[in-house]
Nanobody
Framework: QVQLKESGGGSVQAGGSLKLACVYSENAYCANTMSWYRQVPGKGREFVSSIASDDTTNYDDSVKGRFTISRDKAKNTLYLEMNSLKTDDTAMYYC?????????WGQGTQVTVSS
């Protein structure tokens, strides 16, 4: 069974910080690459960041230099540290993983940034 559970969202003022976590179940059919996506009402999910099996990271230009993705393999936890938050970062944040050829998503955690 594949499980992804996000936490760490909340409400902060612009310029503030949050650190999201995604606890995942270990599964031999899942790829090691994991990603964070976000979605605002009325729009599709957009890519935020990813981390590959060799820990190579990738970021959308809108968050580059402000967000940091990391992973603690011993704890089966994916993180997204978000600094210098902007109102445009307000969204539901999801972690994503490919397992057995199927994209799996967590339930999401809401991030709200106020001016």
């Amino acid at each position: 069974q594949v499980q992804l559970k996000e936490s760490g969202g909340g409400s902060v003022q612009a310029g503030g910080s949050l650190k999201l976590a995604c606890v995942y179940s270990e599964n031999a059919y899942c790829a090691n690459t994991m990603s964070w996506y976000r979605q605002v009402p009325g729009k599709g999910r957009e890519f935020v960041s990813s981390i590959a099996s060799d820990d190579t990271t990738n970021y959308d230009d809108s968050v580059k230099g402000r967000f940091t993705i990391s992973r603690d393999k011993a704890k089966n936890t994916l993180y997204l540290e978000m600094n210098s938050l902007k109102t445009d970062d307000t969204a539901m944040y999801y972690c994503r993983r490919l397992c057995g050829g199927v994209l799996r998503w967590g339930q999401g955690t809401q991030v709200t940034v106020s001016s």
